[in-house]
């Protein structure tokens, strides 16, 4: 380890900074942000250090670098494009044995900067020892993802509770086995969400060993049209917590792959004519393995209030006092439209967009049929695979040409994505012809015509 890596306190500390471009902008915002009082040394400045400097966020000290300035700094950096200069600022501050950064040149240095994630008062910093700054940067992204926004105010809530929690549990172990119980499920998702006065209650009860909090929780969960690069961080987040997943065939089966391994899963079906548990068994499955104490997550395709009964699952949870939270996902309509490159709306063929579901019921699709054949209009139809036929021909008899457009959409956004463009008259024989299976939908409408110059992501994809 070439560099031993510590946080330095800066609050009200004298800090200079020798140049006044680009570069001395972001490392006077990191020293900004970190409290220091700034001095900047540069001829001329930057618009926006100069707007700092107009704001009294900083001191400007418009004259070229004297060692004499050095004084006693706290920090130095040196960010300027004149490399005597920047050596110049190095030797004056190692022989005052003040810490000094100069930017890009790690010989010249006694510190480095790392990249930093700021969750603060959580900091994450990632460095290569100045080798490959561009590697530490990469890291750093691929952690902002994994970090959640919400975990600097969880940090802040944990602080708070601190000493409370120290004169509670005098031992260490039990002290870090508390946290580690108190800093994952429903009490953290809710200092994460902002629920403050709840986290407050669960907190205490934790503390008093209250055991109603030790009751689980649900987590309704969108995991969006199929991809598994289009769930939200939450989702997959909660994912990998859970302690059970109940899921059913709309779930693609890289989406499980995601899950934590050692989480037990449960199908409980949801296909067409195939409910291996009906909704009412499966709403009081929740409850049972909540009140079990298990975290549930209750996998859905797209978003859970879309046509996902999610409403229904959640009254559910409510009315048992179970604790839930919801996490939207983007839904199979926005998903497989972006993916066959059909634009839901469009200034010239579309002004406004309708989601329905085609389901059968004793046979037959009721629709709000005059509703839907308006002009300037996309339909998309969920769950109308089974009843095409009909509802083509409703599109039809209510008025719709049958040369208008509209197309067939297979396992939307994922490898196995087919799409098949026609019209209402050929819609049906379309899905007999390619044996299109679900989960698929349905896109009427101008827009429609639009795919075959639009398609990015093309897999399978046939006009008939």
Same mark, same amino acid.
């Given at each position: 380890?070439?560099?031993?890596?510590?946080?330095?306190?800066?609050?009200?500390?004298?800090?200079?900074l020798?140049?006044?471009?680009?570069?001395?902008?972001?490392?006077?915002?990191?020293l900004?942000?970190?409290g220091?009082?700034?001095?900047?040394?540069?001829?001329?400045?930057?618009?926006?250090?100069?707007?700092?400097?107009?704001?009294?966020r900083?001191?400007?000290?418009?004259?070229?670098?004297?060692?004499?300035?050095?004084g006693?700094?706290?920090?130095?950096?040196?960010?300027?494009c004149? +490399?005597?200069?920047n &050596?110049?600022?190095s030797?004056a501050?190692?022989?005052?044995?003040?810490?000094?950064?100069?930017?890009?040149?790690?010989?010249?240095?006694?510190?480095?900067?790392?990249?930093?994630?700021?969750?603060?008062?959580l900091v994450? +910093? #990632?460095?290569?020892?100045?080798?490959?700054?561009?590697l530490?940067?990469?890291?750093?992204?691929?952690?902002?993802?994994?970090?959640?926004?919400?975990?600097?105010?969880?940090a802040?809530?944990?602080?708070?509770?601190?000493?409370? #929690?120290?004169?509670? %549990?005098?031992?260490?172990?039990?002290?870090?086995?508390?946290?580690?119980?108190? @800093?994952q499920?429903? @009490?953290?998702?809710?200092?994460?969400?902002g629920?403050?006065?709840?986290?407050?209650?669960?907190?205490?009860a934790?503390?008093?060993?209250?055991?109603?909090?030790?009751?689980?929780?649900?987590?309704?969960?969108?995991?969006g049209?199929?991809n598994?690069?289009?769930?939200t %961080? &939450?989702? $997959?987040? @909660?994912?990998?917590?859970?302690?059970?997943?109940l899921y059913?065939?709309?779930?693609?089966?890289?989406?499980?792959?995601?899950?934590?391994?050692?989480?037990?899963?449960?199908?409980v079906?949801?296909?067409?004519?195939?409910?291996?548990?009906?909704?009412?068994?499966?709403?009081?499955?929740? #409850?049972?393995?909540?009140?079990?104490?298990?975290? #549930?997550?209750?996998?859905?395709?797209?978003?859970?209030?879309?046509?996902?009964?999610?409403?229904?699952?959640?009254?559910?949870?409510?009315a048992?006092?179970?604790?839930?939270?919801?996490?939207?996902?983007?839904?199979?309509?926005?998903?497989?439209?972006?993916?066959?490159?059909?634009?839901?709306?469009h &200034?010239?063929?579309?002004?406004?967009?309708?989601?329905?579901?085609?389901?059968?019921?004793?046979?037959?699709v009721?629709?709000?049929?005059?509703a839907?054949?308006?002009?300037?209009?996309?339909?998309?139809?969920?769950?109308?695979?089974?009843?095409?036929?009909?509802?083509?021909?409703?599109?039809?008899?209510?008025?719709?040409?049958?040369?208008t457009?509209?197309?067939l959409?297979?396992?939307?956004?994922?490898?196995r994505?087919?799409v %098949?463009?026609?019209?209402?008259?050929?819609?049906?024989?379309l899905? &007999?012809?390619?044996?299109?299976?679900?989960?698929?939908l349905?896109?009427?409408?101008?827009?429609?015509q $639009?795919?075959?110059?639009?398609a990015?992501?093309?897999?399978?994809?046939?006009?008939?």
């Amino acid at each position: 380890m070439d560099y031993f890596p510590i946080f330095v306190k800066l609050e009200g500390a004298p800090c200079l900074l020798v140049g006044g471009g680009e570069v001395a902008l972001r490392k006077a915002r990191l020293l900004l942000d970190a409290g220091a009082r700034l001095t900047v040394v540069a001829p001329e400045l930057a618009p926006e250090l100069a707007e700092l400097a107009g704001a009294g966020r900083l001191r400007h000290l418009p004259a070229r670098f004297d060692p004499a300035q050095i004084g006693t700094q706290r920090l130095v950096v040196a960010a300027t494009c004149d +490399a005597a200069v920047n &050596r110049a600022v190095s030797d004056a501050a190692q022989a005052a044995n003040i810490p000094v950064n100069v930017v890009d040149a790690p010989a010249l240095s006694t510190y480095i900067t790392p990249a930093i994630i700021d969750r603060s008062p959580l900091v994450v +910093a #990632v460095s290569t020892g100045g080798a490959v700054p561009v590697l530490a940067r990469l890291v750093r992204a691929r952690l902002e993802s994994m970090i959640p926004a919400g975990f600097g105010r969880l940090a802040r809530f944990a602080g708070a509770w601190r000493e409370r #929690v120290k004169v509670r %549990f005098a031992n260490v172990d039990e002290r870090r086995a508390f946290w580690e119980a108190a @800093l994952q499920g429903p @009490l953290a998702e809710s200092v994460m969400a902002g629920a403050d006065a709840d986290a407050g209650r669960q907190m205490q009860a934790l503390i008093d060993q209250d055991v109603r909090w030790h009751a689980g929780c649900v987590y309704l969960v969108g995991a969006g049209p199929g991809n598994p690069d289009l769930l939200t %961080f &939450r989702a $997959l987040r @909660l994912m990998q917590q859970a302690d059970v997943v109940l899921y059913d065939k709309l779930i693609a089966p890289e989406l499980l792959e995601l899950v934590r391994r050692d989480a037990e899963r449960v199908y409980v079906g949801k296909a067409r004519a195939d409910h291996t548990l009906p909704q009412d068994d499966i709403n009081a499955l929740m #409850v049972r393995l909540a009140k079990d104490g298990r975290r #549930v997550l209750r996998l859905k395709g797209g978003d859970p209030f879309t046509f996902g009964r999610g409403g229904e699952e959640i009254a559910t949870l409510a009315a048992e006092g179970i604790p839930f939270e919801v996490v939207p996902g983007i839904t199979s309509a926005s998903g497989a439209a972006a993916y066959a490159g059909i634009p839901l709306t469009h &200034r010239d063929h579309a002004q406004s967009v309708v989601f329905v579901t085609g389901h059968l019921k004793d046979g037959s699709v009721g629709l709000d049929w005059p509703a839907l054949v308006r002009p300037q209009q996309t339909v998309v139809v969920y769950m109308g695979l089974s009843g095409i036929k009909e509802l083509a021909e409703g599109f039809m008899q209510h008025g719709k040409p049958g040369s208008t457009p509209a197309a067939l959409i297979e396992s939307a956004t994922t490898e196995r994505q087919r799409v %098949f463009t026609g019209t209402l008259e050929t819609l049906a024989e379309l899905a &007999r012809a390619h044996a299109v299976k679900s989960p698929a939908l349905i896109i009427v409408g101008e827009v429609v015509q $639009l795919s075959g110059a639009l398609a990015w992501f093309r897999r399978n994809e046939e006009a008939g």
